[in-house]
Nanobody, 124 residues
Framework: QVQLVESGGGWVQAGGSLRLSCAAS????????MVWFRQAPGKEREFVAA????????YYADSVKGRFTISRDNAKNTVNLQMNSLKPEDTARYYC?????????????????WGKGTQVTVSS
């Protein structure tokens, strides 16, 4: 089992940057594929980015490709999301999720472990 705690959210003007972090408990962090989702008010939770457990391959939603970068540090049990060129439509609560599958999934129901999220607000 793994517990996840997100940090790094906040308010930023359009075009700015934020770096989100997700700290995981447990000694088997490297065995989890890690994913970021986001949810805006009145909308469904949507996939943002993923990084696989073994080879560290990364995947992105089309809406953030080229602007966001996901990375992981297995020694520190953390996964990060560097968000650049932020847009007002990026405003949402961002959640970290984990699965012990080698694959990633874009459906939120595939994930067993979730953090409580961190709010990102981008003003125009």
């Amino acid at each position: 089992q793994v517990q996840l705690v997100e940090s790094g959210g906040g308010w930023v003007q359009a075009g700015g940057s934020l770096r989100l972090s997700c700290a995981a408990s447990g000694r088997t962090f490297s065995s989890y594929t890690m994913v970021w989702f986001r949810q805006a008010p009145g909308k469904e939770r949507e996939f943002v980015a993923a990084i696989t457990r073994s080879l560290g391959y990364s995947y992105y939603a089309d809406s953030v490709k080229g602007r966001f970068t996901i990375s992981r540090d297995n020694a520190k049990n953390t996964v990060n999301l560097q968000m650049n060129s932020l847009k007002p439509e990026d405003t949402a609560r961002y959640y970290c999720a984990a699965t012990n599958s080698a694959a990633y999934y874009r459906a939120s129901r595939a994930y067993d472990y979730w953090g409580k999220g961190t709010q990102v607000t981008v003003s125009s």
